[in-house]
């Protein structure tokens, strides 16, 4: 069977979606993450839409690798993602990062399971 690949490049590609730099609406700037509505507000008014905007085969890839992180990252790991792209919005500080991402994939992707129980589908191929 052919394994799926994925790769912390593709996280830090979505992530950057919200990086320094990147033109984000007022409505959106001014969200508190700690809020749960307001990262569905985040994800579904904005992420979403900029994800969409890629082809098929990198959506696909950014998804595997958002599952793969939350199954097997760290959270040093999963901050160090967020935090290299400058992100112009601050994490939540009263979720842990792991529920954070969790949250972000519930609303990206209709609370579909992220859970992995089989690792060896997984190949990962490293930064890109």
Same mark, same amino acid.
């Given at each position: +069977? ?6 912390? !490049?593709?996280?830090?590609? #979505?992530?950057? &979606? +919200? !990086?320094?730099?990147?033109? %984000?609406?007022?409505?959106?700037? !001014? ?14 008014? #904005?992420?979403?839409?900029? /994800?969409? /905007? ?11 690798? &958002?599952? &793969?992180? %939350?199954?097997?990252?760290? *959270? ?6 967020? *935090? ?14 792991? *529920? #954070? ?12 399971? #992220?859970?992995?129980? *089989? ?5 990962? %191929? !490293?930064?890109?």
């Amino acid at each position: +069977m052919k394994t799926k690949k994925v790769s912390e !490049g593709y996280i830090w590609r #979505f992530w950057a &979606f +919200m !990086g320094e730099g990147y033109e %984000i609406p007022a409505e959106i700037l !001014g969200l508190n993450l700690n809020n749960h509505a307001s990262i569905e507000k985040l994800v579904n008014s #904005f992420l979403k839409p900029e /994800l969409e /905007l890629e082809n098929i085969s990198w959506q696909y890839r950014c998804k595997e690798s &958002f599952r &793969f992180a %939350i199954n097997f990252w760290t *959270d040093y790991e999963l901050k160090r993602s967020y *935090d290299q792209t400058l992100a112009q919005l601050e994490l939540p500080t009263q979720i842990s990062i792991r *529920d #954070f991402y969790i949250l972000v994939w519930n609303f990206l992707f209709d609370y579909e399971s #992220f859970l992995i129980e *089989d690792k060896s589908l997984y190949e990962d %191929i !490293g930064p890109f």
